[in-house]
């Protein structure tokens, strides 16, 4: 949801989001990785920030971070609940809790961090095009990908002429007719080129203008695209290329 804020809460306002947004109480709830996920790669497996309250399940007890105003005020209308002591037990149970959570990943991305050098060094290489040839086009990816956030704006006209309405709903940049322009020219017909904007995109463009990529390592890519093209086979594959090129040099 960070991210997002950034995108549609930036420099240019998006009203509609925003005002949904304001509305809004965020109350978080802790996880354990399952065998997809690499958040912890992508620096997004904690947040300090972005929530109202934030609950960590412990043992057969929440410990609860209050992140607002608002959150502090719910926490007050709830305090027959809450215990506000936090003991040593306590203490000594989150601590317990976090590194089991973290012995717990089993996918990792260790060169994360070079993963915007490393995918401008590979602009042109072949693995863009084995991935564009594999791919089906169904955009399933970015209709599972927390982050994705290309949109479609559609005129419905009503038979009397008169009245209408416009919508706004989700679309994907891997689907073939997404960059098809009026007078039927298409700026992104090949699979590959797509295949090389959604990945170019979440894992370099977005470190170069926030620092940190617009792809939080969640795995559902992983999980869902029918033919294993996600977020870890593409910096798999990118990084794979680097690799042979590091026995070269003997490094
Ligand atoms: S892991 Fe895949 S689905 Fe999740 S944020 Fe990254 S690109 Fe999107
Ligand atoms: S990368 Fe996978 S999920 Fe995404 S459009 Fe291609 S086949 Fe579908």
């Known amino acids: 949801m960070k991210i ?28 354990f990785p399952d065998d997809k996920c690499f958040c912890h790669s992508t620096g997004t497996d904690m947040v300090e920030d972005g929530f109202d309250l934030f609950f960590t399940s412990l043992n ?8 607002t105003d608002e959150g ?16 040593d037990e306590v203490i000594q149970e989150y601590v317990i809790w976090q590194q089991i959570r ?24 072949e693995v863009w095009d084995q ?9 399933t990816c970015s209709m599972v990908c927390p982050t994705c956030n290309c949109f479609n704006v559609d005129d419905k006209i009503m038979m009397s002429a008169e009245e209408g309405i416009r919508e706004r709903m989700l679309d994907s ?3 073939p007719y997404y960059s098809l322009v009026a007078g039927g020219h298409d700026f992104r017909p090949k699979r590959t080129d797509r295949i090389k904007l959604y990945y170019t995109h979440k ?11 617009s792809c939080v390592g969640c795995g559902r890519c992983v999980e869902y695209c029918p033919v294993e093209i996600n977020a870890l086979t593409v910096a798999e594959a990118l990084y794979g290329e680097v690799g042979q090129t590091k026995e070269v040099l003997d490094l």
């Open 72 to 87: 502090l005020d719910l926490a007050i209308a709830a305090e027959e609940l809450l215990e506000e002591d936090i003991t």
């Open 102 to 125: 973290s012995q717990r990943f089993r996918s990792d991305v260790p060169y994360f961090k070079y993963l915007a050098d490393i995918m401008s060094l590979n602009y042109d290489s």
């Open 4 to 31: 997002l804020d950034r995108l549609f809460l930036g420099n240019i306002k998006d009203p509609y989001y925003a005002k949904r947004r304001n509305n809004l109480i965020i109350i978080g709830h802790s996880c």
């Open 173 to 175: 940049c891997m689907l």
């Open 131 to 139: 991935f564009g040839n594999k791919c089906l086009s169904c955009g």
């Open 203 to 213: 894992l370099q463009e977005y470190i170069g203008k926030w620092g940190q990529p």
């Open 60 to 67: 057969g007890y929440y410990l609860i971070w209050v992140g």
